[in-house]
């Protein structure tokens, strides 16, 4: 699984990250795969049962990610400013299985915005 957000540009057939116009945090190794150009090392992996958080901030340009409900610190986008005008879009890559999805209809978990 991988979770992230993308422009309106990308393929769909890809992870989140694994191209350009697109960056995501993957299960498997704990990267975060920034416009298939950058894939660093960024939090824990996760699996069946975790709840995983994504926020995007415009301002200074940063996500970061939570896993059941604790921050797991700023990552700085530091490549593709172009997208960053508000033609992202939350982004899940998954490969079988299913996956609940919230988007503010609930109470989120990370409580610490």
């Known amino acids: 699984i991988a979770i ?3 422009s309106n540009l990308i ?3 890809n992870m989140p990250g694994f191209e350009s116009g ?3 945090y993957h299960s498997d190794d704990g990267e975060f795969f920034n416009c298939s150009i950058i894939n660093k090392p960024y939090g ?3 699996t069946t049962g975790d709840t995983i958080g994504c926020c995007l901030n415009f301002i ?5 990610y939570t896993k059941n ?3 797991l ?3 700085y986008l530091i ?3 172009i997208y960053l005008n508000g033609n992202l879009f939350p982004c899940i890559g998954l490969k079988g299985g299913s996956i609940k999805t919230n988007f503010g209809q609930k109470k989120f978990i990370y409580a610490g915005m």
Do not use: D, H, I, R
């Open 60 to 64: 200074n340009k940063t996500v970061f």
């Open 44 to 46: 824990p992996t996760f």
């Open 22 to 24: 697109s960056w995501g």
């Open 69 to 71: 409900g604790v921050n």
């Open 73 to 75: 610190g700023k990552y």
């Open 4 to 6: 992230g957000f993308c």
């Open 79 to 81: 490549l593709n400013f």
């Open 11 to 13: 393929k769909l057939n």
